[in-house]
């Protein structure tokens, strides 16, 4: 289904730098709207990313270009503006990885639990040549891969603190869109549920579910923690964003714009993932200190355990993803591996 929506979707594509996507700017030029959904809070690494970018945008192609930044789910889920870019409804996308699932199996390598070791890992491999070539995954369907934005690493908030993997048995985890994750929680003997981001509060709040994992920043912002005793500091799985573009509406461009558009990308890019982990500390500094919550710190021993149990869901995917492509992701928790 969403296949054969993709190839209307590239046809739409094309269309995608039309008249009803721009305005008249001073001098009398059309002026270039880049929408841009995206569904945290303004005071996030994708939020602070994403309103930094209308800034130098406003700056430097002010009256040319303009990016409209529509932040909080306020215009759509990531469900619908995957759909979005594809028709280029929308221009721009910094959707979680997670979330592609449906569309490359490619990106499920960072969602393989304990696989890299901090962000820095990340970093070196994203940066790496076989990160870098993930950029151009899905070109042919329409998104044109600008660059991958951090959050951080995921923590678990549950009914009570989890100590050890038993501890989270049995328990209904809310999910993003991936089958990874899925069998990640399935491995602790607990129920995964994908659900929109949107819906999360509400779902902790009536029961609907128990559990969630996400980053410091998100579970601060998202007030998580209101409907949640159990804070544990796991740092198992890696959360980060495909930053993308609608081909049709990227390569239809003029050059010169395209050229200071990538500029300003690329600079954007690297502030984002320089202040990521900076942002995640302070949310999680405000959650003990000004929100009085207790924050459980697994020792090194409970961490091996955790590893332990998840290890498995490495093997599960391994075909999908390649052995090659865990194998460079895993050098890359070396510093100077790629
Ligand atoms: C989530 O759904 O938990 C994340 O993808 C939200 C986000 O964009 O950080």
């Given at each position: 289904m969403f296949m054969r929506f993709?190839?209307?979707?590239?046809?739409?594509?094309?269309?995608?730098?039309?008249?009803?996507?721009?305005?008249?700017?001073?001098?009398?030029?059309?002026?270039?709207?880049?929408?841009?959904?995206?569904?945290?809070?303004?005071?996030?690494?994708?939020?602070?990313?994403?309103?930094?970018?209308?800034?130098?945008?406003?700056?430097?192609?002010?009256?040319?270009?303009?990016?409209?930044?529509?932040p909080a789910g306020q215009l759509m889920s990531d469900d619908d503006s995957l759909e979005a870019l594809a028709f280029g409804e929308v221009q721009m996308i910094a959707i979680s990885l997670s979330k592609f699932d449906r569309l490359t199996k490619q990106f499920q390598v960072f969602d393989l639990p304990f696989l890299f070791d901090d962000i820095e890992a990340v970093?070196?491999?994203?940066?790496?040549?076989?990160?870098?070539?993930?950029?151009?995954?899905?070109?042919?369907?329409?998104?044109?891969?600008?660059?991958?934005?951090?959050?951080?690493?995921?923590?678990?908030?549950?009914?009570?603190?989890?100590?050890?993997?038993?501890?989270?048995?049995?328990?209904?985890?809310?999910?993003?869109?991936?089958?990874?994750?899925?069998?990640?929680?399935?491995?602790?003997?607990?129920?995964?549920?994908?659900?929109?981001?949107?819906?999360?509060?509400?779902?902790?709040?009536?029961?609907?579910?128990?559990?969630?994992?996400n980053t410091w920043s998100n579970i601060y912002s998202q007030k998580f923690f209101e409907v949640q005793d159990g804070l544990t500091e796991s740092n198992h799985g890696y959360l980060g964003y495909f930053l993308a573009i609608n081909t049709g509406f990227w390569n239809e461009l003029p050059a010169d714009i395209r050229v200071e558009l990538s500029g300003i990308i690329k600079e954007v890019t690297?502030?984002?993932?320089?202040?990521?982990?900076?942002?995640?500390?302070?949310?999680?500094?405000?959650?003990?200190?000004?929100?009085?919550?207790?924050?459980?710190?697994?020792?090194?021993?409970?961490?091996a355990a955790w590893r332990q149990t998840m290890r498995p869901v490495w093997d599960q995917f391994e075909d999908e993803i390649g052995v090659e492509m865990i194998a460079t992701a895993v050098a890359a928790n070396v510093a100077h591996a790629e």
């Open positions: 993709l190839v209307v979707a590239a046809i739409f594509a094309l269309a995608a730098c039309s008249d009803e996507n721009s305005s008249k700017g001073g001098s009398g030029e059309k002026t270039i709207v880049i929408k841009f959904p995206h569904v945290t809070a303004p005071a996030t690494p994708k939020g602070q990313g994403a309103d930094l970018l209308k800034k130098l945008v406003d700056e430097r192609l002010g009256g040319r270009v303009r990016i409209d930044v529509f970093e070196r491999f994203q940066n790496g040549p076989s990160g870098q070539k993930l950029l151009t995954t899905l070109e042919d369907k329409g998104f044109t891969g600008l660059g991958f934005w951090h959050n951080g690493m995921k923590q678990f908030g549950g009914p009570h603190p989890f100590h050890k993997p038993s501890d989270a048995a049995r328990l209904k985890f809310r999910i993003q869109e991936s089958d990874v994750l899925q069998a990640q929680i399935m491995a602790l003997g607990a129920s995964p549920q994908k659900m929109s981001f949107g819906e999360v509060y509400q779902a902790l709040q009536t029961g609907a579910i128990d559990a969630q994992e690297d502030a984002v993932n320089l202040n990521a982990s900076k942002i995640n500390d302070e949310a999680r500094q405000t959650l003990v200190t000004t929100e009085g919550k207790v924050i459980t710190v697994l020792t090194p021993e409970e961490i």
